[in-house]
């Protein structure tokens, strides 16, 4: 089984970036407490802040990996370009958020993606990750 998690902009700041909202931990321990977990999972990790980098990666592994767990940050509520290459590729798309966007902004409530996605985790915290990795292991 083949994943790949990909963050998008201001997530390589968790653990810095608004802790009362995001927490303390960052995204490079977490992913490593989540590959011990799962060392038979073949686990990848990338981050950009950049929307046609995150395009590219998701053609990248798109056609070739068992799943993509993704969450796109600020991007998730304005990019039809990253909407479009989930919906074009061939491999499963979660949408993770670690806040619970709904509780949030109004301008937070609206995913171009999700409807092109699998499913949505939100507000369940860095655990809405590994809730994801499940979930494609159980398929
Ligand atoms: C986020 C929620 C987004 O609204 C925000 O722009 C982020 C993080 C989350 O994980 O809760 O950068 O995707």
Known sequence: MKLLILNGPNLNLLGKREPTIYGNKSFEDYFEQLTTKYPNVDMIYKQSNHEGTLVDIIHEYGF???????????????????ADAIAGVETGVIEVHISNVHAREVFRHKSYMAKNCVGTIAGLGLKGYELAVQFFLEQ
């Open 64 to 82: 070739e990996y068992d799943g993509i767990v993704l969450n796109a940050g600020a991007y998730t509520h304005t990019s039809v370009a990253i």
